[in-house]
């Protein structure tokens, strides 16, 4: 099997699964934790807790832009095959070819940096890189199979990862926020619940209590009534519904 194939091949399962493998971050920063906790960084907790909430935020409002001038035909949360009808290349698009990658590197990156453990910090980052840029790589195989000198010419003048911060294209898309509160209200309770979920392993380390502060037992109970709630109306109503997305 050439390199190529191969790139494909580990591209298209990391898509089809990409929404459980960062999972093994959990055990990780476990361990982390408990073998190698120490404060690196020189700030104070509540400080350092807004620094990287805000980080994981900033992720998630690339995700929002996203989906919210998300055209119907795409493989959003699709894990079988690649799809897509049209190629986007306007909005945030014009800027970045892999926004949602981004906007979800931004997320973990957050919460990678609350460890507090620079050495964990690199380490993971270079793994997510590899682990996304075989993603991309099988992504824009498809792409480029279907849409040719189109995405061509898109790709010469687009960065993959890195956005440019001019070029900006204006998109025709209807910004839709059912479509944002539909589907990103797992990711908003999954910030919440893993900053809590280490300022707890980290409290005990330093006091033998399992406790929680006060910032992140605040920013638990926000997203998690926030989960409730538009879980519910997704499940229950159709007041989310959008059609064709």
Known sequence: MSLVEEFDKTGNWFFKYRSYLPIILYPLATIVLLMEYEKDIKLTELSFSIICLGISVLGLLVRIVVIGFTPKGTSGRNTDKQVAETLNTSGIYSMVRHPLYLGNFLMWFGIILYVNNIWFAITVTLLFWLYYERI??????????KFGKEYEEWALMTPSFFPKLKGWKNTELEFSIKNVLKREYNGLFAVGISFAYLNIIKNYLESKTFIISD?????????FVIFIVLRTLKKKTRILHVEGR
């Open 136 to 145: 991309m790589f099988a992504e824009e195989q498809f792409l480029k199979g």
């Open 215 to 223: 910032f992140w037992l605040y920013t638990l109970i926000i997203t």
